[in-house]
């Protein structure tokens, strides 16, 4: 019987403290967004929404990742689209 690789050596092993730093990053964004005028635009809700503890805090890491991607994905298009300026993301 082959031996289970240890998931820390593993390929696909997720950087935690990577995806942490993302996620700080993230939330700035949508806290600059919020300041330039008070109500988020609806890419950026949807962005908070994601991050927010109903789907964060029940999500498990490589679900947390994909989390991430599709916040940065949806504040990527909220600024290439003008619903807000410059999020300092990219």
Same mark, same amino acid.
């Given at each position: 019987? =082959?031996?289970? =690789?240890?998931? #820390?050596?593993?390929?696909?092993? #997720?950087?935690?403290?990577? #995806? ?16 330039? +005028? ?35 994905? #949806? ?9 807000? +300026?410059?999020? +300092?993301?990219?």
């Amino acid at each position: 019987m =082959p031996s289970r =690789p240890n998931s #820390l050596s593993a390929p696909h092993a #997720l950087d935690i403290k990577a #995806l942490a730093t993302r996620r700080a990053k993230i939330m700035k964004a949508i806290a600059r967004a919020r300041t330039d +005028g008070g109500a988020l635009p609806p890419l950026i809700e949807k962005a908070r929404d994601l991050m927010s503890a109903r789907y964060w805090a029940r999500a498990n890491w490589r679900h947390r990742a994909q989390i991430l991607a599709t916040s940065e994905w #949806l504040l990527k298009l909220a600024e290439r689209s003008g619903e807000v +300026g410059t999020t +300092g993301l990219f």
